[in-house]
């Protein structure tokens, strides 16, 4: 990796209700949520623990706006199998996904607030779903999850971070600076959480990778950025965007 790396990202709109075809306001919102997310310009950056401040990370990776396609369906929710990413089923194929970040903005159903898929996975498939409702700065009626933190958090996934309790109890996130944690968090837990996995310390309740609020994620960390640049560089499975 030379220089910086921007990402290029596509917008996949598919509606059924004009609430569901977010304006072109809401999506530059999600754009910038993820300029400040990773580029530790959030407002609530400053919110960040004494005990992590050594560890906050700039990840210093950054996103431009592409393009928007949007497509009228009469479909009332996509599910979590794909079918939004692909024209023959009704949805949107996505757009240079080897060197395009596509998200889709779509009613998911079942509570599910987003989804992603891990690097190396299939091309045809690859990319960020984020429900409409939760989609960039989405307003009092979307709250707690109305930030746009959803799509820093699969933006994470995509970038190959996982839960930071590891998807199992005190388990592994695969990123040694990130305290072990019991479980998923959720809501806004009262700094500090004390974690029940040994030995004692604190949980990191506000890193995006979390299952807490909006208002109450704000940070990556170095071991997180580490693992995030990994994949753009050369023989990484995102390297063709890391220019
Ligand atoms: N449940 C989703 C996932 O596992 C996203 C959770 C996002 N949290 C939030 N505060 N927006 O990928
Ligand atoms: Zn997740
Ligand atoms: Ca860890």
Redesign the pocket.
């Known amino acids: 990796v030379n220089g910086k790396i921007v990402i290029p990202v596509v917008i996949n709109v598919l509606y059924r209700t004009a609430t569901e075809n977010i304006s072109d306001a809401q999506i530059q919102s999600q754009i910038d949520v993820l300029n400040k997310d990773f580029t530790a310009t959030n407002a609530d950056f400053g919110s960040v623990p004494a005990e992590w401040s050594g560890i906050a990370a700039n990840v210093g990776i950054t996103f431009e706006l592409a393009g928007i396609n949007r497509k009228a369906t009469t479909k009332t929710s996509w599910g979590t199998r794909d079918a939004m990413k692909s024209t023959k089923k009704g949805g949107l194929d996505p757009t240079s996904p080897s060197t395009t970040l596509n998200l889709w903005a779509c009613t998911i159903g079942g509570g ?5 898929q891990f690097p190396g996975g299939s091309s045809s498939t690859d990319g960020v779903v984020i429900d409409s409702k ?1 989609f960039g700065l989405s307003g009092a009626g979307s709250a ?2 109305n930030l746009g ?2 799509g820093t ?2 933006v994470g ?1 995509w970038m190959n971070l996982r ?1 930071i309790w590891g998807d199992a109890s005190c388990g592994n996130d695969l990123v040694a600076d990130t305290p072990v944690a019991k479980t998923a968090n959720y809501g806004d837990p009262a700094y500090p959480f004390v974690s029940t996995c040994l030995p004692v310390h604190n949980e990191m309740t506000m890193n995006y990778m979390d ?4 208002r ?2 704000y940070m990556f960390t170095n071991g997180q950025k580490a693992r995030m640049a990994a994949i753009f560089t050369s023989g990484g499975p995102r390297a063709a965007i890391g220019q």
């Open positions: 599910i607030l987003g989804y992603a939760y707690p999850y933190r959803t958090h699969e996934h839960h299952y807490t609020d909006d109450a994620m």
